[in-house]
């Protein structure tokens, strides 16, 4: 079992920045690979970002390619979303989750992971 609290949303005006960080717990983190989602209201939860469990290779949806940044220390147990330039569109809750399978590819469906965070809101206004 692996807890994971998510932290860091709030309110930004557009073209700013917010770092999100998910603490996990219990199992070893270095086990998971892990990835941010995010739901905006009446819309399907989607894939931000995947980081594999060294840290080494990472994935970004199309929409956030060059302005978010996923990266883990694994000596802290934690996970990072750096996300500059933000705008309205990103708006949303978004959720930490970690994936217990080893793969040749990244996990992005939401199916794939096995723990998620309770979520941290994301609001940028224009």
């Known amino acids: 079992q692996v807890q994971l609290v998510e932290s860091g949303g709030g309110l930004m005006q557009a073209g700013g920045s917010l770092r999100l960080s998910c603490a996990a717990s219990?199992?070893?983190?270095?086990?998971?690979?892990m990835a941010w989602f995010r739901q905006a209201p009446g819309k399907e939860r989607d894939i931000v970002a995947a980081?594999?469990?060294?840290?080494?290779?990472?994935y970004y949806a199309a929409s956030v390619k060059g302005r978010f940044t996923i990266s883990r220390d694994n000596a802290k147990n934690t996970v990072y979303l750096q996300m500059n330039s933000l705008k309205p569109e990103d708006t949303a809750v978004y959720y930490c989750?970690?994936?217990?399978?080893?793969?040749?590819?990244?996990?992005?469906?939401?199916?794939?992971?096995?723990?998620w965070g309770q979520g941290t809101q994301v609001t940028v206004s224009s």
């Open positions: 980081i594999t469990r060294s840290g080494g290779s990472t």
């Open positions: 989750a970690a994936d217990a399978t080893i793969r040749v590819r990244f996990a992005i469906s939401t199916q794939e992971y096995d723990y």
């Open positions: 219990g199992r070893t983190f270095s086990n998971y690979a």
